[in-house]
């Protein structure tokens, strides 16, 4: 089965710095998708940014990047220049691709900013 | 566009109270539809979805229930609620994968 990991529960940054939240996933599928959601104090889920497995150029969305590593296994999210807004729980999620219905969701990391 | 829409938004039910949430999508046919519950600072729980009318899947045996009456429409339900239904209950649709979610429900259970 597969299995994200988010090892950091609690992360902070300085206003207007860059912060990088871990994810490490597990798989012994080579086709697959990886996404980051954001989750902010309201409660709805974001999609932040999505990532396909057979793409070896690293996803960007406008202040959000991630670093994908397909062999480590690694796909963690850059935020830059952050800003108050940025404050949420984002959760990294697996998906397997055609024929599955499911997303493996991470357990989630919180992120705050700082003033 | 695609929209999706859950309701209500907050709820406060005793226990053994009935419970109905609904979830409906706009703009698109045939989605996969999702029932997610996260408790107060913990992670997602998946607790059904269908990927037709009529068709549920459960992941977890508890006392909760879903159907789909429509292609759209997706609720979930209790007959009697227990304390530990307490929580954030999010909908949501995926064609390729991706979810998008609603605006979520907070039950507490009293």
């Known amino acids: 089965a597969q299995t994200v990991t988010q090892s950091q529960p609690e992360m902070s940054v300085q206003e207007a710095e860059t912060v990088t939240l871990s994810c490490t996933y597990d798989?012994?599928?080579?086709?697959?998708?990886l996404f980051w959601y954001k989750q902010p104090p309201s409660r709805q889920m974001i999609l932040v940014i999505r990532q396909e497995a057979y793409k070896q150029q690293n996803a960007t969305e406008n202040r959000f990047s991630v670093n994908f590593q397909k062999a480590a296994k690694s796909f963690s999210l850059k935020i830059s220049d952050s800003q108050l807004g940025d404050a949420a729980m984002y959760f990294c999620?697996?998906?397997?691709?055609?024929?599955?219905?499911?997303?493996?969701f991470g357990k989630g990391t919180k992120l705050s900013v700082i003033p | 566009s695609q929209t999706i829409h859950q309701w209500p938004a907050t709820l406060v039910q005793p226990v053994g109270s009935p419970l109905s949430l609904e979830c409906t999508v706009e703009?698109?046919?045939?989605?996969?539809l999702y029932w997610y519950r996260q408790a107060a600072g913990r992670g997602l729980q998946l607790l059904f979805y269908?990927?037709?009318?009529?068709?549920i899947s459960s992941e977890v045996p508890q006392n909760l229930s879903a159907s789909r009456p429509q292609d759209r429409q997706f609720i979930l339900s209790s007959k009697k609620l227990l304390l530990s239904d307490s929580g954030f209950y999010l909908c949501?649709?995926?064609?390729?994968?991706?979810?998008?979610f609603g605006e979520g429900s907070r039950l507490t259970v009293l």
């Open positions: 999620a697996y998906f397997p691709g055609a024929g599955s219905y499911q997303l493996t």
């Open positions: 703009g698109t046919s045939n989605p996969n």
């Open positions: 798989t012994s599928e080579s086709d697959y998708y």
């Open positions: 949501a649709w995926s064609w390729t994968g991706e979810l998008f």
């Open positions: 269908s990927v037709g009318i009529g068709q």
